[in-house]
């Protein structure tokens, strides 16, 4: 009985003991807020991937179109075919870059190729009404650009007007542009400068001179005829007299006759209106009979083939151009200076030799075009109303245009340079020195 008591009593303590343990602390209190929820544990790291993500897909390129025609005709033979090949060659190498990128982007949102349709007018007025005819109606070309001489681009201006398809033209003649009543050919725009700036920067040579008589001496066709009568203007304008005023015919090259009368006059120095073709034996003859006078000519004399053809009787030869060959003397700051660079850059890469500024104005009027087509397609009336109104603050090769309903040349004086050929090349005259040269 003892031995069974004391064995409950053992396992009594033992029990208590086990309660004591599990039981809660007393000096644990309950709490009266809310407990915080425990910081979030870091989720485990991910393994790496083993597949790339995938990429967006590329933009799929514009898809193809009808090539969009332009037609163009230049003197590539002739006597104004020193105008003409540069002309040619420019559009041809613009073309072959153009299209190698895939062409224009149109409005369509389609890539067009252009087809250009280049021909051969031969120096012949005739032969470009033909030509501009046959661009129209059998190429249907939407656009023309072309006409290396005055005579031909004023030849097709009915033809393209009627038609309704506009045309920009490389020639100079204020005529192209300007209708008798004085208003702009509404069809009809040009790259070169007119005859009148060029004019009046010889004027402010003569000025720097104090001469006060001149003479007189062009090409008898357009372009000779309107460079005439710009002078006459400036004359009247600025107060000197044209003492000796007369004509040659072009493909002419025997002017004794002509430079024999001028010799007896008082004329200070003598103005020649002319292209290389003839101004280049003209000039050849002055020196040869001895005159003492300067010779000026206008920027219808400014290629390599000028040089060329008169060889040391180019010496001195003053006349006003755009800025394209003396480019390199241009200060940094001119606005034209880089696309001026870069077009050299490109002849000279395609054809090896540099280009003129012939070349130049057929640069501008093919660019335009391009311009025109990505802005409003093959719309003959589109195009039109386009380079009316968008050729603004334009750097070009010829200046920096602005054409509008009232100029459908949009360049001037301030497109200008006075050039002097020393040692067979050409030299950039500052004004400051007109005095100073020859």
């Not at 920009?168 to 050919?185: H, K, L, M, P, R």
């Not at 090769?397 to 050409?426: R, Y």
């Amino acid at each position: 009985m003892k031995r069974q008591l004391n064995i409950l009593l053992a396992g009594l303590g033992v029990l208590a003991l086990i309660l004591s343990a599990c039981g809660p602390a007393a000096t644990t209190a309950a709490p009266t807020t809310a407990p915080t929820q425990p910081p979030p544990t870091a989720k485990p790291t991910e393994p790496p991937k083993t597949e790339a993500e995938p990429t967006a897909a590329a933009p799929e390129p514009p898809k193809e179109g009808d090539p969009y025609v332009v037609g163009a005709f230049f003197s590539t033979t002739g006597p104004t075919s020193s105008l003409g090949k540069p002309e040619w060659g420019t559009v041809a190498m613009l073309t072959e870059h153009l299209n190698g990128d895939g062409g224009v982007l149109g409005p369509d949102g389609l890539m067009h190729k252009l087809d250009v349709r280049k021909y051969d007018d031969q120096s012949d007025a005739t032969k470009a009404v033909e030509i501009a005819k046959k661009l129209i109606e059998e190429d249907k070309a939407v656009v023309i650009i072309g006409g290396s001489g005055s005579p031909a681009s004023i030849a097709v201006i009915e033809t393209v007007t009627n038609a309704k398809v506009p045309f920009i033209s490389v020639a100079s003649s204020s005529a192209i542009v300007t209708a008798q009543d004085g208003t702009q050919n509404f069809w009809v725009f040009k790259t070169p400068q007119q005859n009148y700036p060029v004019a009046q920067v010889q004027a402010d040579w003569m000025k720097a001179h104090n001469i006060t008589q001149v003479a007189s001496l062009g090409v008898n066709n357009a372009f000779g005829q309107d460079s005439m009568a710009a002078l006459q203007t400036v004359a009247k304008e600025n107060g000197f007299e044209i003492v000796w005023e007369g004509t040659f015919e072009p493909r002419d090259t025997d002017f004794s006759a002509q430079l024999t009368d001028i010799q007896g006059t008082d004329a200070q120095a003598l103005i020649v209106h002319a292209t290389p073709g003839e101004g280049a034996p003209l000039t050849a003859q002055f020196r040869d009979m001895g005159f003492e006078i300067p010779i000026v000519h206008n920027h219808g004399i400014g290629n390599q083939a000028f040089i060329d053809t008169a060889q040391d009787a180019a010496e001195g030869v003053l006349f006003p151009i755009g800025k394209l060959l003396v480019v390199a003397q241009l200060p940094d700051s001119d606005p034209q200076k880089a696309t001026l660079q870069q077009y050299q850059s490109d002849y000279i890469s395609a054809f090896g030799s540099k280009p003129s500024t012939f070349g130049g104005h057929a640069w501008d009027a093919f660019t335009m075009v391009k311009q025109a087509l990505e802005a409003v397609g093959p719309d003959s009336a589109q195009i039109r109303d386009y380079l009316e109104a968008n050729i603004a603050n334009w750097v070009g090769i010829s200046g920096v245009f602005n054409i509008t309903a009232q100029d459908h040349t949009g360049i001037g004086k301030e497109s200008l340079v006075l050039v002097e050929i020393k040692g067979g090349t050409w030299v950039y005259v500052d004004p400051q020195d007109y005095a100073n040269v020859p």
